[in-house]
């Protein structure tokens, strides 16, 4: 499940302008995918997306749909099915129903490859134009970012390509016996200034914070300055660096990049940080954060009240998680 927050606000006046906003409210276009926008008083508080084999079958979305309506308690939710299999899509969606209710549900929708059809198998239809929703438009002057898919989402993360890997392996190298030259004072003053100069690093520097934020210290210092006004600029850091950095340095940076990406509001991008972590190194400390903030969707506002516990938590190791949920 991915956790996308609201960038800015737009207005949303049909159906056809909720289906061209929907990637920008997730980051990519979406395929085989539950999309479930949660709406307070008129205002999209969040957006959830899941794949639909994952709610279907012996699947379900309940857990989903509780997550979001115990953290959104007076929210009502659109639930969008993308598929283009009509008896997957309305199986889905009437079990969102079923779970959501007649308050809580303000929408079902099933947004196939030419068409969308709305409310039940046999509700109100209409095409899906080519043309550019008006919303979408002013979404994208705004600046959200949108993918072609995911796939592509996770190719803008991808390591460094095969030609450049003994270059790096060398600068790696290199750097690494001059940062243990330095001793640990020396790291955390080269880590200040990188972390606080302006514009992406050169290469060696590049190289050189991804070997500082292996040890745990300077996780927490990185995270302790993170904050919405800077997300940003954090994000397009970790970013450069990830694609700068050898395999058995990649685990702690894409930890930092998908935290930048949570406190960003790119929810898509955190949880395609916490996939590969998942697959290359589970036990990664960052890993954890990363997932309990996706799991209790916590929104990225609360992160100063969060902060310290889960930073003494990632001190700790995680051997002792917090057990209430944030406050908002």
Not at 93 to 114: D, F, I, K, T, W
Not at 220 to 230: D, G, H, K, P, Q
Request: with cysteine.
């Amino acid at each position: 499940m991915s956790i996308s927050e609201p960038q800015a606000r737009l207005a949303v006046h049909n159906i056809d302008d909720l289906v061209g906003l929907v990637p920008y409210l997730i980051g990519f276009h979406p395929e085989e995918s539950l999309v479930v926008i949660v709406i307070e008083e008129g205002r999209v508080e969040v957006t959830a997306r899941v794949d639909l084999t994952a709610v279907s079958g012996r699947g379900s979305p309940g857990a989903l749909v509780s997550r979001l309506f115990d953290r959104y308690p007076a929210a009502g939710a659109w639930f969008i099915a993308y598929t283009g299999d009509d008896d997957l899509a309305w199986d889905v969606l009437g079990s969102c129903a079923a779970l959501g209710g007649l308050v809580r549900v303000q929408r079902l929708l099933q947004v196939g490859p030419e068409a969308w059809r709305s409310d039940e198998p046999d509700g109100p239809t209409g095409p899906i134009s080519s043309r550019v929703a008006p919303v979408a438009a002013e979404a994208a002057v705004l600046g959200l970012a949108v993918r072609p898919s995911r796939r592509a989402l996770a190719a803008g993360i991808a390591g460094p390509p095969d030609d450049e890997v003994d270059d790096l392996v060398a600068r790696f190298d290199a750097a690494e016996i001059d940062l243990d030259r330095l001793g640990a004072r020396g790291r955390r003053r080269i880590l200040r200034r990188l972390l606080v100069a302006s514009g992406l690093p050169e290469l060696d520097d590049s190289v050189r914070l991804a070997l500082l934020v292996q040890h745990e210290e300077a996780q927490v210092r990185v995270l302790r300055l993170l904050s919405v006004e800077n997300a940003e600029a954090q994000l397009a850091l970790w970013t450069r660096i990830v694609r700068h950095t050898l395999p058995a340095h990649r685990p702690a940076v894409l930890g930092l990049l998908g935290m930048a990406a949570w406190q960003n509001g790119d929810g898509a991008l955190a949880m395609v940080c916490l996939e590969q972590l998942d697959r290359i190194d589970p036990l990664e400390p960052i890993a954890a954060l990363l997932d309990w903030l996706n799991e209790e969707v916590v929104p990225p506002q609360a992160w100063p009240h969060v902060r310290e516990p889960l930073l003494a938590a990632l001190t700790d190791q995680f051997s002792c998680w917090p057990t209430s949920q944030p406050t908002r």
